[in-house]
């Protein structure tokens, strides 16, 4: 994991398909919530945009499509994970408390 830009922050998993990758996200983002909690009195919420890597693809393509799924995490609620298809299809996978 690494910073990406600003709040941003990019996570490179090897060896996972979307669902293991949106699993992992949505475990991470209960985590930043839980933590936070214990630490502050304000509730802090993290959204987390997935995308997986196929063949042909620039890691810009990769990277494009995992901040689409963000901003619709953050558009749709916040707190959740959206996951990005490779034709960045609306109906993807979203998950939230």
Not at 89 to 96: D, K, Y
């Amino acid at each position: 994991m690494a910073r990406y830009g600003g709040e941003q922050f990019v996570a490179i998993l090897t060896g996972v398909e979307l669902d293991g990758a949106v699993a992992w996200a949505d475990r991470l983002r209960a985590a930043v919530r839980a933590a936070a909690a214990a630490v502050v009195e304000v509730t802090v919420t993290a959204s987390l945009g997935v995308a997986v890597w196929t063949p042909g693809d620039l890691g810009r393509d990769v990277v494009g499509r995992a901040d689409r799924a963000l901003y619709r995490a953050k558009e749709t609620g916040r707190d959740r994970v959206s996951a990005d298809s490779v034709d960045d299809s609306p109906g993807a996978t979203t998950r939230s408390e």
